[in-house]
């Protein structure tokens, strides 16, 4: 290896930081029990405890003195057979001198870290000249060791956070959910209850860091990159494994912390609209168009038919797509099992189940979301958006997607105005033609009765109107009506009585109040019509309104029925298999109590069999009283034995004298 950057390596420590530990817990257990910790003391306590070989023991213990971890002293013994003797101890740093005394200082801690910041054990390690970590050269990669001693070096945390990725308030509004996970798996870490704020624990953790930290810097904006983040995510498992062990339990749920931070980052950056949804969870979260947009396919996983889904990313031979659908499951699927989306339904053979149809209606929500350009955006976007120049040439895409969907809920809006305007103009229009039919003329018969109509036509008005005016008298109106032929052709009688009507009004003829009449008389007439029209309209609206309460109603009542129904149904079915899953289970259960008793009276049978044999055999053994039949002490002869004298003498007067064969 190169000199140059083996001048680079320092040696910061040598012990390993959990015997060191134990060692701590040895001499404060010894010195409990008044007594000076020495060697032996810590060997046969460490031994016994956690069950450590003597020399092991011993250099560990002379590592950690070198380290300064723990202190060597010469202690005067006080009692027993050693009083007065001087006896090497070992002390806890720190306590060797007292605080009060003179000369006495706090321990401050170094620049940087002790240990391996990958493998977190001690050795020659390589100082950051960034930060506080340190690294094995074996545990660096080629790329990122030093190329010379003279070069300012830089670890991989370091490297990495030099990007930027999100503003401080964007990172704060997608990591806030990472966070939240980290609290909730961070549970088990601290289970065992080691004090990470104790005085001792500060000579082994350089920088203490705990998930309510990360949370507090997260909330004051202190990261600035993704890497950031995931470097003090890693300094939680690299405290974790120095205070208890790289192969310990907690260390291991450490890792599957950070390991789960880091899928989560991942996620994170493969598409920061998907991530955001599928945590906040707002209504038809999974329909919201991403920027940029996901293209859509079908599907294929094995066992299963085509389903329709989003392609998240794309690798040599394999899909990660997600599945429209209840769960949105997400998996690699085989390219051969991708079909685009624009291939028929008729071509794939798809069983349409209810899944897959809610799955397809989805899909669709999807597509008109991404017609409609209608994305899904945060207060916090929505809030910042009139902070652009309102005259930017380059305008983003957000903005105009904005502008796309209020201009099609303004064109929704002017569809249904229509609809009701038409609506109501069908319902009336019987009734204006009425009303029309009782304002116009009758019949033209002559150029003289069409002249003297518009009195009757203005006297029905007034009589209609809510003005009270006396009538004109008929030798005005037939005068104004002769004068007519004189002035003017006969093609043009309407517009020529009304200039003659004026020109005559300017002289102060009576003829002024006939103009003035039929003019109020006009206008009276209009605010009728409007009226009327306007009443019609707010007729028409309150029975439209009242129809679509009664739809909804409606529509709402038999949505209710319909899920009352499908409750009840999948109550039922839930039942249905509770029921059966409990049969099942009492039936399995029966049956193992059933096949367990066998066995016990089989073998309860075959200990019983075993004592009949022993007891025959021992009862075969033995000689019986050929009279009493109980266990004979006395030989007559070759099958007649006797329990005593009385039994003998019995069955020898009575029979046995007869067909005794014992020779006499």
Known sequence: ????????????????????????????????QKQIANMDRISKYLSRVFGMHPKETARQLSLAVKDGLVVETLTVGCKGTKAGIEQEGYWLPGEEMDPKVEGHKEWEAESHDWYCFECHLPGDVLSCDNCFRVYHLKCL?????????????????????????????????????????????????????????????????????EVSNIHENLSEGKYKTFEEFKADAQLIVHNTAILYGVHSDQAEIARLLFSDTCHELNELLLCKTCFYLSNARPDNWFCYPCTPNHDLVWAKMKGFGYWPAKVLQRDESQVDVRFFGHQHQRAWIPADNIQDIKVSIQQLQVKRSSGWKKACEEMELYQRFLREGRFWKTKMEESSMPSLPPLQQSQSQSQSQQQQQEGSGRTDRLERTDEAESSISSTSNEQVRQLKGSLEPKAKKSRRSQ?????????????????????????????????????SAPQQPERLSVSTQTKKAGGGSPRTLHRGTQTSSDGACQNMCHEKYTKVFNDVKEMMKADNKRETERVVREALEKLRAEMEEEKRQAVGKAVAGAQAEMERKCKQVKEKCKEELVEEVKKVVAQNKQLVSQTKKKQWCYNCEEEAMYHCCWNTSYCSIKCQQEHWHADHKRTCRRKR
């Open 1 to 32: 290896m190169n000199k140059e950057i083996m001048s680079r390596v320092v040696k910061k420590r040598l012990a390993d930081p959990k015997v060191v530990q134990y060692v701590w817990a040895a001499i404060e257990v010894v010195r409990n």
């Open 141 to 209: 990669s080629d790329e990122f060791k030093p190329r010379d001693a003279g070069s300012h070096w830089q670890c991989v945390v370091c490297r990495g956070s030099k990007k930027k990725n999100l503003n401080k308030q964007e990172m704060s509004k997608y990591l806030r959910f990472i966070v939240q996970r980290m609290k909730e798996r961070a549970v088990d870490l601290n289970k065992k209850g080691k004090d990470t704020k104790h005085p001792m624990y500060k000579r082994l953790i350089h920088t203490a860091l």
């Open 451 to 487: 002249m003297v109509e518009p009195k009757e036509e203005v006297s029905s008005v007034l009589q209609c109107s809510s003005l009270q005016q006396d009538p004109e008298p008929e030798m005005e109106a037939v005068s104004s009506s002769q004068e007519i032929p004189a002035s």
